[in-house]
C-alpha cells in the first residue's frame, strides 16, 4: 500500500505563488496524479507525472523526484477561483487504481 | 476526453434501503473504478467495474454491501444496499483514459437519514 503526506491547509495571497508538497512511500510506483477539487465538485485532472522532472501547464506546474518519494504542485499567479483543495493521489502497480493523499485545501486572499 | 454522467446526483434515504448509482460514458473505456469521498475527506477506492466479470473489491468494501454491474464497456452501476447513515457521501465513478489519465464523473451526493 501507499503512505501519502501532503499538508492539510494552505493560505497565499492573490498573485503570488503557492507549492503544496506530496511524499510518499509506496512499491511498484506507477505515476503520481494532482487533482483539483472545489466544494461540492468532482475532482478535476490537473497533472501526471511518471518520469522525474517538471511538467509545466499554463499557471501550474508538477514536479516528481521517484528517488525521494517526492512530488509538488506549483500555482502561480493565484486567483481567487484557485481556493480549493488540492488532492495527490499515486498509481502502484498496472492496474490503473489510484491511492489519494487527504488533500490540501488552499485559500486565496485578496 | 470522455464525458461521464452519473444519475442521481444526489438523494436522500432512509435507513435500511438501497440505492442503485449509473454511471453513462460516452465512449468506450477499459478500466472503471467506484471511489467514495465521506465528508471531508479524501477519496477512497471501494472496486474495480470489471467488464463480464465480477467486480474486483478493495479492503474494507464486500460485494453483498456494495454490488457491483458493468454489462458493456460504457455503463456501469454501484448500489449502496442496507444503508445507514455512516454511508452518506458522493460516490463517484472514474475512468482511465488510453493516455493513463484518470478521470470522475460529477458524483453522487448521498444522505441517509
Known amino acids: 500500500g501507499q503512505n501519502i503526506d501532503q499538508p492539510t491547509e494552505m493560505t497565499a495571497t492573490e498573485g503570488a505563488i503557492v507549492q503544496i508538497n506530496c511524499t510518499y512511500q509506496t512499491s511498484g510506483f506507477n505515476g503520481l496524479f494532482w487533482y483539483q477539487q472545489h466544494a461540492g465538485e468532482a475532482p478535476t485532472f490537473l497533472s501526471y507525472?511518471?518520469?522525474?522532472g517538471l511538467e509545466e501547464k499554463g499557471r501550474f506546474s508538477s514536479f516528481l523526484s521517484r528517488s525521494k518519494g517526492y512530488s509538488y504542485l506549483l500555482l502561480k499567479e493565484l486567483q481567487m477561483k484557485d481556493s480549493a483543495s488540492y488532492l495527490c493521489?499515486?498509481?502502484?502497480?498496472?492496474?490503473?487504481?489510484?491511492?489519494f493523499g487527504a488533500g490540501t485545501t488552499v485559500t486565496v486572499r485578496a | 476526453s470522455a464525458v461521464i454522467s452519473q444519475k442521481p446526483s444526489r438523494d436522500i434515504c432512509q435507513r435500511g434501503t438501497s440505492l442503485t448509482i449509473q454511471c453513462q460514458v460516452d465512449s468506450q473505456v477499459t478500466m472503471m473504478f467506484w471511489y467514495r469521498q465521506q465528508p471531508g475527506q479524501s477519496l477512497t477506492l471501494i472496486a474495480t467495474?470489471?467488464?463480464?466479470?465480477?467486480?474486483?473489491?478493495e479492503s474494507g468494501f464486500v460485494i453483498d454491501k456494495f454490488p457491483i454491474s458493468r454489462p458493456n464497456l460504457t455503463f456501469s452501476t454501484l448500489t449502496v444496499s442496507n444503508m445507514s447513515p455512516e454511508d452518506s457521501s458522493i460516490y463517484l465513478c472514474?475512468?482511465?483514459?488510453?493516455?493513463?489519465?484518470?478521470?470522475f464523473g460529477p458524483g453522487t451526493r448521498l444522505t441517509v437519514l
Open positions: 467495474a470489471n467488464q463480464g466479470s465480477e467486480a474486483t473489491y
Open positions: 507525472n511518471v518520469l522525474d
Open positions: 472514474s475512468l482511465t483514459s488510453d493516455s493513463f489519465e484518470q478521470f
Open positions: 493521489a499515486v498509481r502502484e502497480g498496472n492496474d490503473y487504481k489510484l491511492s
